[in-house]
């Protein structure tokens, strides 16, 4: 196995806003990140912006490399190299995610399925046991294994699907006949995901009925979410774990929705908004604003 090293310009051309560096800045070589109190000398870690004691935590870190908070004295005594940035948890997120974390390689697994119809672009990643049924799937997106997603699913450029995602299961949209039997409505919406996308585990997306259920660029959905028909989410949009979204409701970009949230059919989730973890939204929630509470009520602007 050959292990690839990384020198200090190779981190260094990573961020792309202000830095100053302090400690022994003359040269590093990192094979890997490691979190602050059991990195080495060949490790990359960082001491986030709101951690207290961030002045103890550096003093007796050991990273050949560690990201500070630009609010801390640069003129500390370390062997390694101290990076000086505003929000230190961000920048080493993007320095690791470039040089450190791997992903499958391009192609499709031997043992996915996949429709003759479907359109795959050629530098995408099909993990094992997947099924891709008449769908779209756009360059440098990554679908883990064990994935099923139905006819009609258009997914864009660098989405990435962990294990166990359903996309396309018909929606939960019934209709009583005169004997109170029910008749499902039909679903053949499809869906539209958008470029750089994250669904976690075992998240479902349920079918449009007669249009499609979207989500939009950026958005990041946790591990077992269930989004229903018609759910319209907007850019940058986080919706944590076990959180359940009912048909046709609209949350619009930069919103956040927290562990364990139920919001109802129809409801519109404004703008830069914030859901707290295990509330049940029965109401609009305005833009900027925050809500909590069984039923969710709101609280003050999300400042």
Not at 99 to 116: C, D, E, N
Not at 167 to 172: E, V
Request: proline share 4%.
């Amino acid at each position: 196995m050959i292990i690839k090293m990384f020198s200090l310009k190779d981190i260094l051309d990573c961020i792309k806003v202000p830095y100053q560096l302090g400690g022994n800045v003359k040269e590093a070589a990192v094979v890997g990140i490691a979190m602050t109190r059991l990195a080495e000398k060949n490790q990359i870690s960082f001491v986030d912006h709101n951690y207290k004691g961030q002045e103890e935590l550096v003093s007796t870190a050991k990273a050949g490399v560690l990201v500070c908070s630009s609010n801390l004295s640069t003129d500390f005594s370390y062997e390694g190299v101290l990076i000086f940035v505003e929000h230190p948890k961000l920048i080493f997120s993007i320095i690791a995610n470039r040089l450190f974390i791997q992903r499958p390689a391009k192609g499709i697994h031997p043992s996915a399925v996949i429709h003759p119809d479907a359109k795959i672009h050629p530098d995408a990643s099909i993990g094992p046991f997947t099924y891709v049924g008449k769908s779209i799937i756009g360059k440098d997106t990554i679908i883990y294994g064990n994935v099923q997603i139905y006819d009609g699913v258009k997914i864009g450029e660098r989405v990435l699907i962990q294990a166990g995602c359903v996309l396309g299961a018909d929606g939960y949209g019934y209709n009583r006949d005169e004997d109170g039997f029910p008749i499902q409505f039909p679903h053949i919406g499809g869906i539209v995901i958008e470029d750089d996308v994250d669904l976690g585990a075992n998240t479902c997306i349920d079918n449009g009925a007669l249009g499609p259920t979207t989500i939009g660029y950026g958005s990041k959905l946790d591990n077992l979410v269930h989004i229903g028909h018609n759910v319209q989410i907007g850019k940058c949009v986080y919706v944590a774990a076990l959180s359940s979204i009912a048909g046709s409701t609209k949350i619009e970009d930069m919103a956040s929705i927290w562990t364990g949230v139920n919001i109802a059919d129809g409801l519109r989730i404004g703008t830069n908004s914030y859901v707290g973890i295990g509330s049940v939204v029965i109401n609009e929630v305005p833009d900027g604003k925050k809500c909590f509470g069984n039923p969710a009520r709101n609280f003050a602007d999300n400042v």
